[in-house]
Nanobody
Framework: QVQLTESGGGLVQAGGSLRLSCAVS????????MGWFRQAPGKDRDFVSG????????FYADSAKGRFTISRDNAKNTVFLQMNSLTPEDTAVYYC?????????????????WGQGTQVTISS
């Protein structure tokens, strides 16, 4: 059973930063493509960022480019999302997800395992 546990969410002022972490149980973390998604109230769950198994290739939604950075530590079974220059529009529950596909699409159906989410709230 693969378990994903997010942490690092919270309440910050606009312009601030947060670093989300996602710890993944099991011995096969390095074989998963990892992604971050977010869901605001009343909206769909949207792709934010993804990272390949080696960490050498990353993907970002337009809304995240230039502000967010995804990274992973395969020795520690953890993926990170550094978020800078946050705005109220970034307020959402952020989810970590793992895909057994080497190159999943940015859709939620391509991801096999999900965390419970961590709340990020940005005040203006």
């Amino acid at each position: 059973q693969v378990q994903l546990t997010e942490s690092g969410g919270g309440l910050v002022q606009a312009g601030g930063s947060l670093r989300l972490s996602c710890a993944v149980s099991g011995h096969t973390f390095s074989s998963y493509f990892m992604g971050w998604f977010r869901q605001a109230p009343g909206k769909d769950r949207d792709f934010v960022s993804g990272i390949s198994t080696s960490g050498r290739t990353t993907f970002y939604a337009d809304s995240a480019k230039g502000r967010f950075t995804i990274s992973r530590d395969n020795a520690k079974n953890t993926v990170f999302l550094q978020m800078n220059s946050l705005t109220p529009e970034d307020t959402a529950v952020y989810y970590c997800a793992a895909s057994i596909s080497s190159w999943p699409s940015h859709g939620i159906r391509d991801y096999n395992y999900w965390g419970q989410g961590t709340q990020v709230t940005i005040s203006s």
